[in-house]
């Protein structure tokens, strides 16, 4: 699954002179047993809603092990 993180913490941020930029990334996540959207959500502090979004997934109920 693709979570894409946005940080606004003072640590993430890259300064230039005044400006601020908020600093994105993506990670890969790969489900494993037992994992549901719930648990994957909460692990990465998302709403649901977002990752089944950003992954286009139409059955969150059926996650397959090793999905990406």
Avoid: C
């Amino acid at each position: 699954l693709l979570i894409t993180m946005k940080y606004s913490n003072f640590k993430y941020l890259t300064y230039n002179l005044n400006n601020a930029f908020l600093r994105m990334y993506m990670i890969i996540h790969v489900v494993q047993p037992r994992e549901t959207i719930q648990s994957i959500s909460n692990l990465y502090n998302l709403p649901i809603e977002q990752l089944i979004q950003d992954n286009g997934i139409k059955n969150p109920n059926n996650l397959a092990i090793g999905q990406t």
